[in-house]
């Protein structure tokens, strides 16, 4: 059994730019109904579709948020140093780069991606 779910952070760091860390939440044993982790704070839910031919510029995230890829075209994520990640259905990452330069987003696949966004303020 997983021992938590992997989480990618974007973050401004002391430098101005954002950076990406790997995290884990951990899950903690709940019995029958499996394993799952400590209730987390949210404030909001918010369904989106981006297109397939989604390039946004450098740009901060909004607020705090979880992004949950659900389906449809993956999205290249670069930060301030050239460092790219690519996130698909299943990949969650926690934007929290509200400060500083920024990140650019781009869509990678012919076709539009359905995400959903859990803000945290």
Do not use: C
């Amino acid at each position: 059994m997983a021992t938590g779910v992997k989480v990618t952070r974007l973050y401004t760091g002391d430098d101005g730019e954002s950076h990406f860390e790997d995290i884990e939440v951990p899950f903690e044993e709940s019995g029958l109904g499996g394993a799952m982790s400590s209730r987390l704070p949210a404030t909001g839910v918010v369904f989106r579709e981006t297109g397939d031919d989604y390039d946004y510029d450098w740009h901060n995230a909004p607020r705090r948020q979880y992004i949950l890829m659900l389906s449809g075209g993956g999205v290249e994520i670069e930060v301030g140093d050239g460092t790219t990640r690519r996130f698909r259905a299943g990949d969650i990452l926690l934007a929290e780069d509200t400060t500083g330069r920024g990140h650019i987003s781009r869509a990678i696949d012919p076709e539009p991606r359905v995400s959903v966004f859990v803000t945290l303020e």
